[in-house]
């Protein structure tokens, strides 16, 4: 069965950075298109940035984009979310999941889902 375990959380200051890591099995990233979303306490989960199966189509959320960077290792089965200058706002908790029906910013469109890796940034 499909299984995706994300890594790498953890505490980190504002300006600081992490990287996450989201291991798969039970299917191949690099034949799917994989999304990371965040869900802070009180909030809807929320879109944070994809990776095309082809690797060519990559987008992110507004506040992601020009900090945040998806990226997929395919010998490691493994996609990864490098996330940097970080804000007090990007805290929560963040999931990888698997898109089956192409409608990327949406989690409804997602099949599979792991349990996610809580990140906080402190003032």
């Known amino acids: 069965q499909v299984q995706l375990v994300e890594s790498g959380g953890g505490l980190v200051q504002a300006g600081g950075s992490l990287r996450l890591s989201c291991a798969a099995s039970g299917l191949k990233v690099s034949k799917y298109v994989m999304g990371w979303f965040r869900q802070s306490r009180g909030k809807e989960r929320e879109f944070v940035a994809v990776?095309?199966?082809?690797?060519?189509?990559?987008l992110y959320s507004a506040s992601a984009k020009g900090r945040f960077t998806v990226s997929r290792d395919n010998a490691k089965n493994t996609v990864f979310l490098q996330m940097n200058s970080l804000k007090t706002e990007d805290t929560g908790v963040y999931y990888c999941a698997e898109d089956r029906n192409d409608n990327y910013q949406y989690a409804a469109s997602y099949a599979y889902w792991g349990q996610g890796t809580q990140g906080t940034v402190s003032t």
């Open positions: 990776i095309g199966w082809s690797g060519g189509t990559i």
